[in-house]
């Protein structure tokens, strides 16, 4: 019984383009289809649940210990996204294997860990999922850019959500009259709202919910010297020092022991600025791919 | 604190192409990440492990209860087909949304239901995953190629496997010998290897192993009459009755209407052969993509 | 002196995606840029230059002369569609390379022929040139939609053009009172301005102008009885008769075979109906793709 | 009579992917359909035939002026790269419309200009054509080895070519013992061979024909002081300067400024060195995409 008659079908695969551009930062940021409504089934606390965000930043820990490709993540509400660094070559730069190994594995453990975080609330269909995307930057410059989109919109919606459960659970408001006090109003007057009708100091709210959760292998930071550099200097442009031999793929033999390197760091995750340059300048293995010098 | 000034990087979302071509059967596969290892790591049984197909069919069930759209899935080893309509617009047919639904709600409810599966074999890192990747298909004959392509495989693979672990576990071979053993040989040398030397008869093995699984929304199956037309017979032509008001998509509204429809049938999963006509003939549903007569 | 060094950069070709799915119709569509400027410059007649369109069905035929895969053609102003049959395989099917060499032999011609039509009014620099695209369409119904689409908007175009024109050349007005008098009014309004204040009936008016150009290699026309076939019937389904060997690519030898019997015969250049089933009942080569009996 | 019914075909455009992806430079590079016959049709002189090199030239000029946007050219044989600056935002960088706007320019002026340089040789059917691709670079880097990769082929070709044809034009040989002669040989053997059998210094060869053919918009090069920075300097890098602004594209009244100050310069034809930085730093214009001081 020969398989050749039917194999032709295999040759349609061709027409999905699929290879990712070489040389540029791949980003695959995976969302919670529908969480809208796992929100509401599971109970989930707002304007932020703990243990939720506790959930999704284990799963992408998780994520990066099976994928030491992944030089950095960064999580809000149910959206996380995965950095593979521009030199990167697995699978081939191939769009959807990268995308659904990292959506599957992510799902796959915040599966199985949600016993952990939520032990009276067990799981029953339909269950969690997420879709994902892939999405390629050519500089450092639009990939920080890109970091700084999702902080950005991590603090204008979590400023948002705040002050519009704030004026419903302590305020008595209905959903209506709250959404209906804060249209049109800036920053400052949410701020206003919190401080001065229910003594809230913004500020004084925990960094997970006000910044998001950055995820990154965990070596010795380097010196705070360089933090005198101005602002967008060659110290954060890898591409200034590169040498050609940098703009061809690594040798498999040199990137296997890269990826070893990477596999022995810590994974962490911390809540903190990545608009600015000192998160970049402090962590220089993060932009140059190179492992750094291990925390003791 | 404008969001602007960052946000053009969005912008670059729009090249990864992605919208599948109008009108083409759409099929996404997805397959078992180093199921390899995994295999070994949970001692599953060889050649066929009755619970772990057991449980890609539990999740393929579930997977087809979240999504009305899907019409015909096929399920060997560790890997999955699901297929969409050619007329289906689900995500208005982006590919990474389909592709990425589909493999993490498989993956959702793999992890969710393998303690039903596995008792005692409890989960552990790392987790299973699974790649996926989505093919067009223009016509019917090329859709039906592609499941005898795939069901024709699982026959090669299942008769070699058999045969192989047969050779090791009832002829005391080692992979070595068992593997030269079979070098060159084709169906008929294998299935008499079985049958004179191990007395076994090839045909009686379990219909799941020799045919894979085949997963659709279960109507009352239409007469034989309908099996007296010859093969490639208009009968099995969807395409030929189609007039242009088929041809352009259903408005939302009847999408909707039959997505319902859809979601009120059964899942049957059937290891049936799927490479002859009256697979199809008798469930014409399946082609037509409209709902049957539900089965009381 | 190695050239490996550089070489790399090769690799990053493979990242724009080009192959265009199997089993689909192909529709390479070309349109001048510029052609406002253009008619402009060179002083071409409204609302139709006879001439102009000439060149352009000639630029045409030397495209369908110079590459036998074509098997439809369709011109209108100062855009081209050409059609390659789903079971072409010319380039591979490599998007870029079939729209270049379409584009390019068309411009090719159409400056080579320029002086024959236009004796009087030599080129100058800047230079006609046009962009083209391609689209696939999976099925013929999808195919014939698209030539209807095209042929229904020369339709459109020129009643409303030459009652534009008509106005302003006839009646004496501005194009701004043309183009207000024209606002809002339907085909059979247009049809009576042209009757009743000009006297001329539309119906009279060249078929080139009124229904386009249609380019196919020209055979024997097929006995009129096939048209007593009902609209949509089986007999215009070229997707019905098919066996899977016609599914899958015609041999090298086979294929070049048909491209030579092809090559032999007469381009016709006509200006009929394609939306109605006759064009294609009487001319089955095009959708089948096999040669007819060549007129004598 | 309604449009809509058939327009829904227009919605099958879309699938052809072909946004170029933003921040990255764009070369499109054209080669000669069937060239080897055409040389031989019209005679060209061996190794090199000068008009038809002066010709390629004259198009490539030709379509510069045409196109504002682009910045740098390189010519060989009868290929033709044409480069886009990595902000360009023509035709929204939709790849087909770049690829056909560039081939067919350049084909048109190719047509129109050919009695100019071979007058004695008037054109007939077939006709030249070509066929064109796209290809994303995202660093100065990748697009200098991109150059890099082209003039070393450039040099290595006509090394070969160049002795090739002494073989068989000075030296007596016939095609096959000039191949066989030169087999296994590398550059200096070939260097010897000229010279000491035939007398011909290599060196001495027409830089046309050893270099190939940049073209550029022509502003006062920049003084040599520059020259002294070490290769790879950040004077090169043009990323190293950027600020996040000049990630973003430009405003369209800037883009257009820009353009119509590209437009003024005068388009250059050198056969020099691009592998070496000095090109690079003596017009940094070029990377930049500012335009310099026009020459006096």
């Given at each position: 019984?020969?398989n050749?008659?039917y194999?032709?079908?295999?040759s349609?695969?061709?027409c999905q383009p699929d290879?990712l551009?070489?040389?540029?930062w ?5 969302d ?5 409504k796992l ?8 304007p932020?649940?703990?243990r939720?965000?506790d959930?999704?930043?284990a799963?992408a820990v998780?994520v990066?210990k099976?994928l030491p490709?992944?030089?950095?993540g ?14 990167c070559?697995?699978?081939e ?6 995308i659904t190994?990292i959506?599957?594995t992510?799902?796959?453990?915040y599966?199985y ?5 939520f032990?009276e ?7 969690p ?12 410059q639009?990939l920080?850019?890109?970091?700084s989109?999702r902080?950005?919109?991590c603090?204008i919606?979590n400023?948002?959500?705040?002050t519009?459960?704030?004026?419903i ?12 006090r804060?249209?049109?109003?800036v920053?400052?007057?949410k701020?206003?709202?919190l401080?001065?009708e229910?003594?809230i100091?913004?500020n004084?709210?925990?960094e ?17 010297p ?7 200097s060659?110290?954060l442009e890898?591409d200034?020092?590169e ?6 793929p ?5 990137a ?9 760091a ?5 809540h903190?600025?990545v608009i600015r340059?000192?998160?970049w300048?402090?962590?220089p293995?993060i932009l140059?791919?190179?492992a750094g010098?291990?925390?003791?």
């Open positions: 019984m020969a050749s008659k194999e032709y079908v295999k349609f695969e061709r290879i551009l070489p040389n540029t791949v980003v695959i940021r995976i919670g289809r529908g969480f809208h929100t509401a089934k599971y109970g989930f606390e707002k932020n649940d703990r939720a965000l959930l999704m930043n799963a998780a990066f099976e490709d992944l030089v950095l960064y999580g809000i509400s149910d959206e996380y996204s995965f950095i593979f660094h521009k030199d070559n697995l699978f730069r191939r769009a959807a294997k990268l190994t959506a599957t992510f799902t796959s453990h599966i860990l949600w016993p952990t975080y032990p609330k067990p799981l029953s269909p339909p269950m999922s997420f879709d994902g995307r892939a999405v390629m930057y050519p500089s450092v639009n920080r850019d890109y970091m989109w902080q950005v919109d603090h919606n400023l948002y959500n705040t519009f459960w704030t004026l659970q302590k305020g008595g408001m209905d959903a209506t009259a709250a959404e209906q804060l249209s049109g109003t920053s400052a007057d701020n206003e709202i401080f001065k229910f003594g100091n913004y004084n709210e925990d997970l919910y006000k910044k998001g959760s950055v995820v990154f292998r965990d070596y010795e930071l380097v010196d705070p360089a933090l005198a550099a101005p602002v967008g060659a110290a890898t200034t020092s040498t050609r031999a940098q703009e061809q690594l040798s498999k033999t040199a296997e022991k890269e990826r070893k390197k990477r596999a022995k810590r994974i962490a995750v911390e903190v600025d340059d000192e998160f300048l402090r962590r293995w140059s791919g190179k010098k291990l925390n003791e």
